[in-house]
């Protein structure tokens, strides 16, 4: 067994120092630099000076890091040192619960640099505009992202109106979109069907984005001011890419 570790640490240490020797082949220093995710957390008074645009901007260039999925370094020890003292998160994200969706991961963000609302299909009720308006009024937070992603398993089952216990009250949100779009829709409207997922999937985050405007005053009117932006994005599987909508 000791023997096993020993050339388990062995190894290890090979592929750390392969992946640091790749790591410097990078060509240019500015862009190995951005593959780091910065040890000290943000600021309120950063966050204060955020606009809604820095942080879209932000998060579209964070996608683009993991996307090029080189060495991501996280400063983890560091932030929870500094996290127990406050928090002030530029965007929150309502997320499906799918565990191929690593928020903080796909947006290339750290402890602190994000609330994080999750739920199977990324619907909104009570509870999560209650969540949304607290990471934007009460902690300052500039932009709501509600993201879906492809392969979604709640899309999926709305669209085959599967029924169990609390799960149908849960796809029964996402019904009305799926029989809007299946009167649209000329082809294979099951499950099966990738293209018709994709369309209800799409449907669905945009529904989430109208259904947060209309129903919180409060949020509504914080967009208007141009204080916040209410966004929607789509995750592919596939390559990593978070297309905005
Ligand atoms: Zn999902």
Do not use: W
């Not at 500094?82 to 928090?87: H, K, L, R, T």
């Not at 565990?99 to 739920?119: A, N, Q």
Request: overall charge neutral; aromatic content about 6%.
């Amino acid at each position: 067994m000791k023997q096993f570790l020993i050339t388990l640490t062995g190894f290890t240490l090979v592929c750390f120092v392969c992946s640091c020797s790749q790591n410097k082949q990078t060509p240019n220093t500015s862009d190995a630099m951005a593959d780091s995710i910065s040890s000290s957390m943000i600021t309120k008074s950063e966050q204060e000076h955020l606009s809604p645009d820095d942080v879209i901007a932000s998060l579209k260039k964070g996608n683009q890091e993991f996307v090029k999925d080189r060495l991501t370094v996280r400063n983890n020890t560091t932030r929870v040192h500094a996290a127990s003292s406050g928090q002030y998160p530029e965007a929150i994200v309502l997320s499906c619960i799918d565990s191929r969706v690593p928020v903080e991961d796909i947006f290339h963000k750290g402890i602190g640099d994000l609330f994080v609302t999750r739920v199977a299909g990324n619907i909104v009720d009570e509870d999560i505009l209650g969540s949304l308006e607290y990471a934007c009024k009460i902690s300052g937070s500039k932009i709501i992202v509600v993201l879906g992603h492809e392969h979604c398993g709640a899309i999926k089952g709305a669209i085959d109106n599967e029924k169990i216990g609390n799960v149908t009250v849960l796809l029964a949100k996402i019904q009305p979109i799926v029989q809007e779009e299946k009167s649209k829709f000329k082809d294979d409207t099951t499950s099966k069907n990738e293209k018709f997922v994709a369309a209800v999937c799409q449907k669905n985050v945009l529904h989430s984005v109208e259904f947060i405007r209309k129903q919180s005053p409060v949020l509504k009117e914080m967009e208007q001011k141009g204080q916040i932006k209410i966004i929607g994005a789509v995750y592919n599987m596939e390559s990593g890419v978070i297309e905005f909508l």
